[in-house]
T-cell receptor, first 110, second 111 residues
């Protein structure tokens, strides 16, 4: 099966600092990637996506970087806010299926 | 939650019972998915359906069954054959190669 993993299970940052969450994926044939945010007891929410023909994509306060050479994906959150506290996980698409990482728990310290 | 509703929010099952989790979408997406989420693990695919009246097993289909009689609906039945059903169940819908939209989830607990 697929293997999508995160380097760090937990991350604590000071409010206002930038956050970086990393993800490693295993299948070089995956052509589409998504970052999700999940708050406790709720369903995942889409944050940002990127296709494999790109290496960077920016949204509002978030940036996703894709390094296909080392099969690495990262999510950067600028000026992290308390409302950003949640579990973040990446997903890769290969064929008809998505494969999900285990998640990183981000805690923002006021 | 992106036009996807799941019910109930909490569900309790006695051993030996079958229970059905509801998932409805108003996004007009062709594909629907059921995932199981356990603490410390990534989402695992149970079943998915690309079109009405067709569905495929995911990685952990044993002990589960689904139906897709309507585009909007993709109910999941957790049968008594599923030995460890306590988990958070997530339904999703998607179109083509784009993102998946998730419902709010159902937490199933075996008593």
């Amino acid at each position: 099966g697929e293997s999508v993993g995160l380097h760090l299970p937990t991350l604590s940052v000071q409010e206002g600092d930038n956050s970086i969450i990393n993800c490693a994926y295993s299948n070089s044939a995956s052509d589409y990637f998504i970052w999700y945010k999940q708050e406790s007891g709720k369903g995942p929410q889409f944050i940002i996506d990127i296709r494999s023909n790109m290496d960077k994509r920016q949204g509002q306060r978030v940036t996703v970087l894709l390094n296909k050479t080392v099969k690495h994906l990262s999510l950067q959150i600028a000026a992290t806010q308390p409302g950003d506290s949640a579990v973040y996980f990446c997903a890769e698409r290969n064929g008809n299926q998505f494969y999900f990482g285990t998640g990183t728990s981000l805690t923002v310290i006021p | 939650d992106g036009g996807i509703t799941q019910s109930p929010k909490y569900l309790f099952r006695k051993e030996g019972q079958n229970v059905t989790l509801s998932c409805e979408q108003n996004l007009n997406h062709d594909a629907m998915y059921w995932y199981r989420q356990d603490p410390g693990q990534g989402l695992r695919l149970i079943y998915y359906s690309q079109i009405v009246n067709d569905f495929q097993k995911g990685d952990i289909a044993e002990g589960y069954s689904v139906s897709r009689e309507k585009k909007e609906s993709f109910p999941l039945t957790v049968t008594s054959a599923q030995k460890n059903p306590t988990a958070f169940y997530l339904c999703a819908a998607g179109q083509g190669v784009g993102e998946q939209f998730f419902g709010p989830g159902t937490r199933l607990t075996v008593l």
